[in-house]
């Protein structure tokens, strides 16, 4: 469940309430933009680069403001800074850069950011599953049996395939009778006891009542059996809710982010309800979360933010800043690891698995350590296991983007695998 950030038009697919100061800006520049106002877009697009100068969306749209300007120095500027930050597109098909298309310097610019061949993947540890008619959110295995599980939001259920399942098959794990929503995130108890899903009902979902954002929970299933014991839902306060991603703390409390509303809720040890934890207006829309080394912070990726640090102990919140020669916008999946932190990259191309190491007071360093292989073309979240990080690679989400009239064919998805460096 990812909005864009890179698209061909002048727009913006974020869902802004009381939005923070760069996105409002960048919500009324594009109106001005498409009534025509482009002297009137260019202040407002210039003053969200100085708040966020690594939002590729701002960059894009400077660019396309100024070619049109007659402003070509400054567009081609904008367009460097999307080349320092690793991306790549199709400038040379952008209708809105077609005055700068004669120049040199362009034309630099178009083959730097033109996409790179695959790399070929000689990864034993990818495997397939074969099969697969729905949206593969997430993987995870249990350590003890070596079998493997995998959320399904469109068929509103969790798979498993066992260790000696060569052919890629994949058996549910949980009852059609539970009449689960979309599964997202997975993760298992300490004790083995509970597999925790986190669910929300979508468009693209089978069966009936398949309404984006209508309900959402966090479901305690039964690891013995596959059938769902306890369900928290998120209230029914008017607003639509998606809890896509969680993390359990040691003390056993459960955080979740809501990609629809703006808020971080909290299953305390033995509560029997969702509680509010953190909500804020400059919340965008909440994706990944995870513990730090120490537990003492979460770290939260918002897709159209960047990363959040959160003090458990303060509930104060701050965002990391980038590296010059990176971007943390298009971030989904966040997982701890030795020394930093894990994000999937999927709001920009080539979508792609960072590494990241959390700084106060400064830039916090990043590089790439997975990019550019077969099946990095819809990732989806994944999980750190014996000194490797394993990630859904075709998710299948923009097979059903928009919606098709036919569902499409079952097909193979891969989960790729990364050695943690």
Known sequence: MRPLLLAAGFTLSVSLLAAPRHAGLLREATAAAQAGDLPGALPKLEEAAKLRPDYPRVQLNLARVYAALQRPDDALAALQRLVDMGLQMNLAADPGLAPLRDLPRFQALVAALQPEPLMPDADNDAFALSGVTGIIESCLVDPETQVWYFSDVRNRCVWQRGPAENDGRLRKFTSDED???????????????????????????????????????LVAIDFATGRARTRYPTPDDGRKHLLGDFIVAPDGSLYATDSFSPVIWRLAPGATKLEPWLESDQFLSLQGITLGEDHRDLFVADYANGIWRISLDHATASLLTPPSNSTFFGLDGLYAVPGGLLAVQNGVEPQRVLRIEPKEGGPSPARVVAARRPAMTDLALGQVFNGRFHFVGNSGWALFDPPPAHPPSARTVTILSTAIE
Do not use: H
């Open 179 to 217: 009449a689960l929503d979309g599964v997202f995130k997975l993760a298992l108890s300490a004790d083995r006891k509970t597999l925790w899903a986190a669910t929300a009902s979508l468009a693209v979902m089978t069966g009936p009542d398949a309404e984006d954002g209508k309900r959402s929970a």
